[in-house]
């Protein structure tokens, strides 16, 4: 395979790695087009960056076999999970009102990972109050049968509960 068929078969495949892999290996891979383009030799580099590629995906996959089974609990809003989906798939911001208790909240970062979201990086959730994302966080890893820090965590000050793979 060519250098620059290397260069192409690495761009389609962007998409499909990890976020936090995605830009470094996109600034590495334009910095080798234009180390290609000025005819120095980069066929090494290029199976190092497809390598790096490969790992990514591989893990990303890894997460996604890995997402745990979801079912949601007779809420309000899981009557209109479909929808709520179909708009967080379609739709980079969407603004969800319902009345406290309707399961906002705990629901809608299961809609996202029900959607394939979380896969490539994380659910985000912000709580205004170090009690509140504690609970939040501690809710939907019951709700996923998780151990808490495991599929779920949480983050507030001077307490870190994720890692890598939560």
């Given amino acids: 395979m060519s250098s620059q068929e290397l260069t192409q078969k690495i761009s389609k495949s962007l998409s499909k790695t990890l976020n936090k892999d995605r830009q470094p ?58 929808e709520i989906a179909e708009l967080i798939k379609h739709n980079q911001v969407i603004i969800l009102c319902g009345e406290t208790g309707s399961g906002k909240t705990t629901q809608l970062p299961k809609i996202c990972l029900s959607i394939g979201r979380g896969a490539a990086g994380l659910i985000g959730h912000t709580q205004p109050r170090r009690i509140a994302a504690r609970t939040v966080a501690d809710r939907i890893a019951e709700e996923l049968k998780q151990p808490l820090g495991q599929a779920v965590g949480y983050k507030v000050r001077f307490h870190d509960k994720t890692r890598e793979t939560s």
């Fill in 25 to 82: 290996i996109k600034r590495q891979l334009d910095r080798l087009r234009s180390e290609l383009r000025k005819g120095k030799e980069v066929k090494e580099k290029l199976l190092n960056l497809e390598l790096k590629l490969k790992q990514s995906i591989e893990k990303r996959n890894a997460r996604l076999e890995s997402f745990p089974v979801l079912e949601f609990p007779d809420l309000p809003i899981s009557a209109k999970k479909d």
